[in-house]
């Protein structure tokens, strides 16, 4: 099916990040440099980042991929015999034999950079809609029992069962409920919730109508960062075709089920994707936290019942759905079911998308997947979770990802970002740094940190310049013990984690040693 | 048509509204419409959103305010966004956000002095794996080098 009628079909990413190093420049070099019939489709990334612009080739053999491509790189590819997937040092043979991506469980991400993400024909023959369909046969009960089942948890970070909170929107009464997506991915190292409307819109689309039947909303949002435009335009699209095919609107897919979606544009506030502030956001005001109780589950969005999950954890719904719950809990450990899509980013050889389940260590991602450095000098630290989350040393390698393991090791997986600095790295910089962000991104509702932060930046700058260190340490020690014990949300709660955890791992960045600090 | 540049800016704000009549929560939207058609949310437009949303004029101002995006003065003709979160601080975003205050002479949230560029600081782009990165104009720029962020800059200049 390589060549049908003579035309020969090549691949390259549509998604931002392979635009951002050239693959509109690439795409169009192909297209002037061919000399024969040629279909460009612009896919989402397979997720192998450094391998950035990658092209692909159908062949009868399947995709070949060639990459990293640069725009002057193709006039001698296509003189090499690309579009006939002949040799070349760039040519990395089948895509799918890849090592990087033949080991990893592509779940979530199972058509991302497979598929045209804009093609409803494309979703459905690589088996979308499959979830929908039988939801839609199912009562919103056994959907909601579905999802308990397969032990589904928030991808967002907080990890909150998805089932409960949807058995609770089910259960709470009321003419008009919501279900929201939070793709407010605002944590440094995350991107996946930005691949995954980028590369395949309309998974996100049918998980949302399976989270409508089963809670008995009508009416749903997609909370987009303003700093995702690639994003918020694929969306917008699919969004457009969805309607178009009956998969959205009156009678969806003829059932019983009537929804109606929209996209919503951030405004470029960290905080807003804190599911409260997210909320007010929608509701046109300032992205104030607010307090919980009552939980956005049965007084959310303009006071309504609304289902609040992140982009991959209504992204997983359809397979969940398509292939029983059973399939999904078969994968992972403990009580973290099924897989993850790591991120890796930062200073990282081979950054990119690791979808696998969870039990995977920390090194295995950074080491045999990650590659090490891109600088090529040794990895000193890694950060985890986002920038609310901890910064961990090498020995700490061993620990599995499983949201229990790290919470145990006072650290977390979060959205599953994994930022690797080298050793150049100044780890009292990037304890000040977490607080001076938090200072300038604090909603300003709560003292501990709204203030908190600010006086967090004080007291490090006075611990690195030597002043009263001790007792200065001891005021920063209580001070993190306050913004954790006492703020209304993550933001204040959390950014003590990457300053407690960059004084404990690396406490001579600090002008001190260990013992002095105690 | 002439018209006075206030009752313009009156009927561009109102119909910029009538188009959101049916959108729940509409502010951010019209605010971002505004944006969108104008650079920039002239304060004069405040009162005209609030009379039309039912809003005091201090909720108005609020949610400007709160947020980044909205802007109460004209950009430059071009906007460059240097990246300084962590994934991009690990790669070098220090050092291309010091070249690129000193080449353009000034500090972020700021406009050069002829108008052609307002520097400003954001904090991730989704692009973590391929940093350091830049926008400019809501085009993303991967892997940017210290030579090819002076390069951008010219283009943009």
């Known amino acids: 099916m390589s060549t049908s009628g003579g035309v020969t079909t090549v691949y390259v990413p549509r998604d931002s990040a392979a635009r951002s190093v050239g693959a509109d420049e690439v795409a169009d070099a192909i297209g002037a440099e061919a000399g024969r019939p040629l279909r460009v489709v612009r896919n989402g990334s397979r997720g192998m980042l450094w391998l950035e612009p990658l092209v692909e080739v159908e062949t009868p053999s399947g995709r070949i991929a060639y990459g990293p491509v640069a725009p002057e790189d193709v006039g001698e590819l296509v003189a090499a015999g690309m579009l006939d997937g002949a040799d070349h040092p760039l040519r990395l043979g089948l895509t799918e034999d890849i090592d990087w991506l033949r080991d990893q469980t592509r779940v979530t991400f199972a058509r991302v950079g497979v598929v045209d993400p804009l093609s409803a024909e494309d979703y459905v023959a690589h088996g979308g809609l499959a979830g929908l369909r039988r939801a839609l046969s199912l009562s919103p009960e056994q959907v909601v029992t579905e999802i308990t089942e397969s032990g589904l948890r928030g991808r967002g970070g907080a990890g909150f069962p998805a089932g409960i909170k949807w058995k609770t929107v089910r259960e709470a009464k009321s003419e008009l409920k919501f279900v929201c997506c939070n793709a407010d991915e605002g944590d440094s190292g995350t991107f996946a919730d930005r691949m995954l409307m980028e590369g395949d819109p309309f998974t996100l689309i049918e998980g949302m109508a399976i989270a409508a039947w089963a809670a008995g909303a009508s009416e749903g949002y997609i909370y987009v960062r303003s700093e995702y435009p690639d994003a918020i335009a694929t969306l917008r699209a699919a969004i457009s075709t969805a309607y178009d095919h009956g998969w959205l609107g009156k009678r969806v897919l003829d059932s019983e089920l009537s929804f109606d979606l929209f996209v919503r544009v951030g405004g470029g506030a960290y905080i807003c994707g804190e599911e409260t502030s997210m909320l007010e956001s929608l509701e046109g005001k300032r992205g104030m936290v607010r307090a919980k109780p009552p939980i956005p589950a049965l007084e959310g969005l303009f006071g309504k019942p609304t289902v609040v999950n992140n982009v991959l954890t209504l992204g997983s719904v359809p397979m969940i759905l398509a292939d029983g719950a059973a399939a999904?809990?078969?994968?992972?450990?403990?009580?973290?079911?099924?897989?993850?899509?790591?991120?890796?980013?930062?200073?990282?050889?081979?950054?990119?998308?690791?979808?696998?389940?969870?039990?995977?260590?920390?090194?295995?991602?950074?080491?045999?997947?990650?590659?090490?450095?891109?600088?090529?000098?040794?990895?000193?630290?890694?950060?985890?979770?986002?920038?609310?989350?901890?910064?961990?040393?090498?020995?700490?390698?061993?620990?599995?990802m499983d949201y229990e393991a790290f919470a145990a090791a006072d650290a977390m997986v979060g959205h599953g970002g994994v930022v690797v600095f080298d050793d150049t790295v100044d780890m009292a910089g990037q304890a000040r740094f977490a607080m001076e962000f938090c200072a300038a991104e604090s909603c300003g509702k709560c003292t501990p940190c709204r203030v908190g932060a600010v006086r967090g930046v004080e007291v490090i700058d006075r611990i690195v310049a030597g002043v009263d260190r001790k007792k200065n340490?001891?005021?920063?020690?209580?001070?993190?013990?306050?913004?954790?014990?006492?703020?209304?949300c993550a933001m204040g709660g959390l950014t003590p984690m990457p300053v407690k955890s960059a004084l404990a791992h690396f406490p001579g960045d600090f002008g001190t040693t260990t013992e002095e600090g105690r | 048509m002439t018209s006075l540049p206030t009752q313009s800016l009156e009927d561009r704000v109102r119909s910029i509204v009538a188009s959101h009549r049916d959108d729940r929560g509409a502010l951010l939207p019209i605010l971002h419409a505004v944006m969108e058609e104008m650079g920039h949310v002239d304060p004069a437009a405040i009162p005209i959103l609030a009379d039309e949303l039912n809003l005091s004029r201090a909720d108005v101002y609020g949610v400007i305010t709160f947020y980044h995006d909205f802007r109460q003065t004209p950009p430059g003709r071009r906007t460059v966004r240097i990246c300084r979160a962590e994934a991009c601080q690990a790669v070098g975003a220090a050092e291309l956000a010091d070249r690129a205050t000193s080449r353009l002479g000034i500090g972020f949230g700021e406009t050069t002095a002829d108008g052609a560029v307002t520097l400003e600081q954001v904090f991730c782009l989704g692009n973590c794996a391929t940093g350091p990165s830049v926008q400019v104009d809501g085009r993303l720029y991967g892997r940017v080098s210290p030579e090819r962020l002076d390069s951008i800059i010219e283009v943009s200049a």
């Open chain 1, 328 to 400: 999904f809990a078969d994968l992972g450990v403990g009580r973290s079911r099924g897989t993850q899509v790591f991120q890796l980013g930062g200073n990282i050889a081979r950054g990119g998308i690791v979808e696998t389940a969870f039990g995977i260590t920390l090194g295995d991602l950074v080491e045999r997947y990650g590659g090490g450095t891109r600088s090529g000098r040794p990895v000193r630290a890694v950060q985890v979770g986002g920038p609310l989350g901890a910064y961990l040393p090498t020995s700490r390698f061993d620990l599995p």
């Open chain 1, 473 to 488: 340490l001891k005021v920063l020690d209580d001070l993190c013990d306050l913004m954790t014990e006492g703020s209304l």
